[in-house]
């Protein structure tokens, strides 16, 4: 339970080895509960899945505590996540995802083409739309040949979506408004009592809690997200993304805890798709319908409601053996938020930042007390 660096009377000490390895919880088997005294309030963190390893625990934050979230998002400001702010600019060339490599895009390479280009979700149906639209399938085929992709300005392709989404905000791959919390930046009792209960629970240093990000995101009706990882495989030639690094860079988050902040009052599941599945086919991982949550959320097998004060809890990486810090992405954890049916959604997720290197996140905890 002992952090990287520990308060005594003579100031804060760090340790100074690196033996430190990232906590990994035992979920045991579905079902256990762990019971966590925090002062006088009795936590009791249940596993709710093993494959991926999910905990939950109920009223983790008091009612004042969701309140005093939300508010301190409302201040902020909340921005809507239905941008195309991610996606290419109007006249950037469209980055083809010709997965087998046979030189044209069929429509499911196309489908993930505009959902990694764009942050849009399309149907068979809508694609198909789109080629009669834009005249793109010259032959009918269902087929975009490389010549006929060629015919495209990209201009027109944005053009199109972006009206797409004007009309039917339900497409976008994430439909939700969103702020920030700085909560390492103030000095903030409310922040410093839900950080010291996160890392006891998680048995995770108080310096990485700290450090992590908070996002607090509202959805309306239909509001959802279709399933994702919330961080990105391992890559030695792609470095983690580090505040005020402007090269190109890969969310890194080793684990992720998401408080519910209300009661919803129809849908809004938290849902994984591949909870509990076998394996997971590579391809066919990113191409599969069970991800399409605003439709087939009902698919999921396992599916956590909404309720105020909650928190779940799961690992988006292993642990690597030798190195004691981040290990591969644990593509089971794919995730996402169900359509809101009825009422609104708001949570507040807490990203525990890792990079690459051990002795630089070390250093980075160690700042915080200097
Ligand atoms: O809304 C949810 O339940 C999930 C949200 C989520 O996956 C995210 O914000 O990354
Ligand atoms: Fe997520």
Redesign the pocket.
Known sequence: EEGVCTKSDDGVKCSEDNSVRLTRLNGELVGNVQTIMDGDRKLEMKTLNMKPLVFEIENFLTEEECDYIKAAAVKTGLESSQTMAHSMSKNQNVDLMDLNHDGELDIKEMKITIENGYDIFLEKEDILDMYSTLELDTNGDTHISREELSKIKPKDLFTYLHKVVADHPEKHSRYSSQAWLDWDKVEDEVYERIQERTAKVTQMPIELIRLSDV?V?R?GIDGH?NA?T?SSPLDEHVPCCMEGNRRKCRICRYM?I?FYLNDVTEG???AFPYANMEDINETDAHLSEKLHLFKNCEQASLRVA?RRGKAIIWYNHFVNEETGWMGEVDEFTM????PIKQGE?W?A?IWVKTTDSKEADIANMRALHS
């Open positions: 996002q995101v959805y997200y994702h919330d992720t998401l809004g599941e938290t909404a995730h996402g938020g169900c959604k949570i997720n």
